[in-house]
């Protein structure tokens, strides 16, 4: 199984980005779970997004109202629509997908919020 992240950058606080998470080598139907984590530099990865086991999405306190998880099952790939950025979205984002019991994880994307 292997994972592509796209869509890292520099923006500017209060802008936008759409971050792609391309999976192959499975498919979305056996997939048990998927979403996006998030580490900045010193601090312990955290969730940022996620669709769960059990069909439901789950969002991190700090991105609630501001990003969007969402999937397109035909292309086997799902997005992360950041909106409102602030500096402290600032952090490398890891995509991960879950299958069998066993996490499969990207190689990450810089995203930096800065003026």
């Known amino acids: 199984v292997q994972l592509v992240e796209s869509g890292g950058g520099l923006v500017q606080p209060g802008g936008s980005l759409r971050l792609s998470c391309a999976v192959s080598?499975?498919?979305?139907?056996?997939?048990?779970?998927m979403g996006w984590y998030r580490q900045a530099p010193g601090k312990d990865r955290e969730l940022v997004a996620a669709?769960?086991?059990?069909?439901?999405?789950d969002y991190g306190d700090s991105v609630k109202g501001r990003f969007t998880i969402s999937r397109d099952n035909a292309k086997n790939t799902v997005y992360l629509q950041m909106n409102s950025l602030k500096p402290e979205d600032t952090a490398v984002y890891y995509c991960?997908?879950?299958?069998?019991?066993?996490?499969?994880w990207g190689q990450g994307t810089q995203v930096t919020v800065s003026s």
């Open positions: 991960y997908v879950k299958q069998f019991g066993v996490n499969y």
């Open positions: 080598g499975s498919s979305f139907s056996i997939i048990n779970a």
């Open positions: 669709f769960t086991s059990g069909g439901t999405t």
